[in-house]
Structures are given as C-alpha cells and as structure tokens.
C-alpha cells in the first residue's frame, strides 16, 4: 500500500552518459564537491534541506556514479518530496511510503475519525449491494475514502490510520456478507441479494461488536481481523 516502484531513468542517458540537456551538467559521482555544491547553490538548491538530499539519494539508487544529471532535473525530483524529505505519493499525501519500515510499525490500531468510519462504512454497502457482494476493482470507490482520510490526517498516521481503516471495511463487509446468508442460507456471492437483507445493519451496530484497548493500539478487534468472506 505504501511502497513504490519509481522510475527515474528520465533523469539519465544511459547511451552517452549525459543528459540529453547538457546544460550545466554534474557527474553523479562529483555531487559533493565544492564546485558541484557551488553551482547547485547557485541555482536556488539548498543542498542542506531534506528535500534535496532525499532526492540525490534517489538518484543514486537509480543511476550510477557515471552518469550526469543537472541542477534542474535535481529540482524537479526534489518535488516528490517534502520538506521532511518524505516522498509525495501523486496524489499529492506524502507519510504513504512503506518503504523500510517494517509491518510491526504500520500495521497498528489508531483511533479513525467517526466521519472517515461512516464514510467508508456507506461505500462498502453500496458496493456490497450494487455487486452483489463480489469485490470489484475496476469500479470500486474506496481509494477515494482512504484518501479523503490521509489528507486529513496527520502525516505519521497515515500509514497506520489507512490500515486500521481497512480492518473496519473489512469488519463492514464481514457483517454485510453474515446478514446476507442469514437472509438467504443459499446465497453466494454474486448472486442476487434479497431485498432488505441489509436495512437492519448500521455503522454503529457492527461497531458495537469491536473493542479497542484505548491507549494500546496493538490490540486486536474482539472479532479479529482474520475473516473469510
């Protein structure tokens, strides 16, 4: 969910060892000289900042000490990262790269705004009803409540928060799944739902069944989130 795959090789020309711009070129290998250093403050770079260390580090892990890139193309990686030197997703949320870290950190239980539960809670029952309980990700809407969380969050929550909002969609489509068999013991998924199967399940009442340990996120639901749906 927050690892990256990136591409950078735009940055270089592998054939000739150069940018295809050549303008005030740098050899990667030669980035901390003084000149290099020099010419990158020249042209507006704090090569202090967080922002442009994370990105010559990215540079580094694409390219080679051969190749060259140049203060500009610098500048226009350094976008993808804040002032924190935290990668900016392309939606524009940054604090969503799992990148080294490990599971035990962000696979964690945080409180989630009751507005991001109810919006995720709407979401899963009109999927759930419109697709007959098969999970569909060509038209599904979800990534657009996670993302209207993240941006609302603050960022060293994301990770966590965006994982424990998708116990609670999971813990919602457990119950919408559990009401449709009891309605009809033959349904499948796929099939179609009996009508009202659902009308007695709220946000509030599947909610009911959950517990958290405030103070200690590392505790489980009281149902657990191991479901087979």
Do not use: C
Not at 42 to 47: F, N, S, V, Y
Not at 91 to 96: A, D, E, L, T, V
Not at 152 to 181: C, H, P, S
Not at 218 to 225: H, N, P, V, W, Y
Request: aromatic share 10%.
């Amino acid at each position: 969910m927050g690892s990256r795959i990136m591409d950078y090789s735009f940055l270089f020309n592998n054939n000739q060892g150069k940018m295809k711009n050549s303008f005030g070129t740098i050899q990667l290998s030669k980035i901390g000289t003084k000149s290099a250093q020099n010419q990158l403050k020249a042209a507006g770079i704090d090569t202090n900042s967080k922002q442009y260390k994370a990105a010559i580090s990215r540079m580094m892990q694409s390219g080679n000490g051969m190749m060259y890139t140049n203060p500009q193309g610098i500048k226009n990686l350094m976008k993808s990262y804040d002032a924190d030197g935290d990668y900016i997703s392309p939606s524009g949320i940054s604090g969503m790269d799992a990148t080294n870290i490990p599971i035990s950190k962000r696979h964690v239980l945080i409180d989630i705004p009751e507005k991001n539960r109810q919006e995720m809670f709407d979401n899963a029952k009109r999927e759930f009803l419109e697709e007959n309980g098969v999970a569909n990700g060509d038209t599904t809407k979800r990534s657009d409540v996670f993302y209207n969380y993240q941006k609302g969050a603050k960022k060293e929550d994301r990770l966590k928060g965006t994982w424990t909002l998708e116990q609670y969609e999971r813990q919602y489509n457990q119950a919408f799944y559990d009401a449709v068999k009891a309605a009809d013991p033959n349904w499948k998924p796929g099939m179609k739902i009996k009508e009202g199967a659902l009308d007695g399940i709220t946000r509030e009442s599947i909610e009911k069944s959950l517990t958290k340990t405030m103070g200690q996120y590392g505790e489980t639901f009281k149902r657990g989130f191991d479901m087979k749906l």
